[in-house]
């Protein structure tokens, strides 16, 4: 089982970031607590400071690459994860009006009227719940116990055997292990870009204990590495190991920034703190998420600069 001291005292420089001319490696220590945890969440931005900087001045890669590819209709890596959630509240809004009319009209249980009820009430429910989920999402936000919106909108391609081979091949290329996740999501900002990834455990516990594993890469642009070398950027990670619980699952977030060549927190009132994380304990029930502990720690050091 994961503890509290457990998880901090080993995550230690567990990102690496390392620069070779414009291309920025994203690096993993596969310590023993991220090995041991269920599934492992990292969510990590990069936000450049020059003004002559954009969100089309660098690359995240390979995640722009393939979400670029499926929203173009290209087959890819990974596909749309479709919005479940919706359709199965319209589901329990129609079998319950089914149980209505079978408790107070039972005769008139299979007519054509009431068929199209249920189906309207199935229809009606998809739209309720858009405007549900919205309102709980945005009503919670500053609450102990939220409600999350949908976290993921791309879920990895299982392309059998050949994905050894695949597999192989990036080692080739990269020079080093490249760990992908099974749920993404991408975001791009005006002028930064976001990436959230679901690693599941046996992708993780494939490789021995302090591996360390490519999880993504930045790209800058030539025209405008001048500008990115002498502004410099936030590169902003969130790891999340999680622990099996009794119901739902027990999430140990980790929170640290690069700003520029310090590394630091920021604290709930937006307060920059030095050599610190961000640490919080959440309590997950499928998208109700309650903090069980939040506090800044000071002089630590997660991310480190290579």
């Known amino acids: 089982m994961l503890k509290n001291q457990k998880v901090l005292q080993n995550q230690v420089d567990t990102i690496s970031i390392a620069t070779d001319s414009n291309n920025l490696t994203l690096l993993l220590k596969l310590n023993q607590p991220i090995r041991d945890s269920k599934a492992l969440e990292c969510t990590f931005f990069v936000y450049p400071y020059s003004q002559n900087m954009d969100h089309t001045s660098f690359n995240i890669l390979p995640y722009e690459e393939y979400v670029g590819d499926v929203d173009a209709g290209r087959r890819s890596t990974y596909q749309k994860l479709e919005p479940t959630a919706s359709k199965l509240f319209g589901v329990f809004l129609g079998l319950l009006l089914i149980i209505i009319f079978g408790i107070y009209n039972p005769n008139e249980l299979y007519s054509l009227q009431n068929l199209i009820a249920v189906l309207g009430a199935y229809t009606l429910g998809k ?39 695949w597999k192989l091949a990036r080692v080739k290329r990269n020079g080093q292990p490249t760990i992908l996740p099974v749920w993404l999501d991408f975001m791009t900002h005006s002028n930064a870009k976001t990436v959230e990834a679901y690693f599941e455990k046996k992708t993780i516990s494939q490789y021995p204990e302090n591996s360390l594993v490519q999880f993504g890469s930045v790209s800058i642009n030539q025209e405008n590495l001048r500008d990115f070398e002498k502004d410099g950027a936030m590169f902003g990670f969130k790891l999340s190991l999680k622990e099996q619980f009794w119901l739902g699952d027990i999430t140990y977030e980790i929170f640290q920034s690069v700003d520029k060549n310090e590394y630091g927190a920021v604290d709930k009132k937006g307060i920059w703190c030095p050599q610190a994380i961000l640490y919080r304990k959440v309590w997950n029930l499928g998208r109700i998420k309650i903090y069980l502990l939040k506090e800044i720690v000071n002089d630590f050091r997660l991310v480190n600069l290579g």
């Not at 919205?134 to 299982?158: A, C, M, P």
């Open 127 to 165: 739209e309720m719940w858009d405007d549900l989920d919205k309102w709980l999402i945005d009503s919670t936000k500053t609450w102990n116990i939220r409600w999350r919106g949908s976290q993921y909108f791309y879920v990895k391609e299982d392309f059998g055997t050949i994905q050894r081979f």
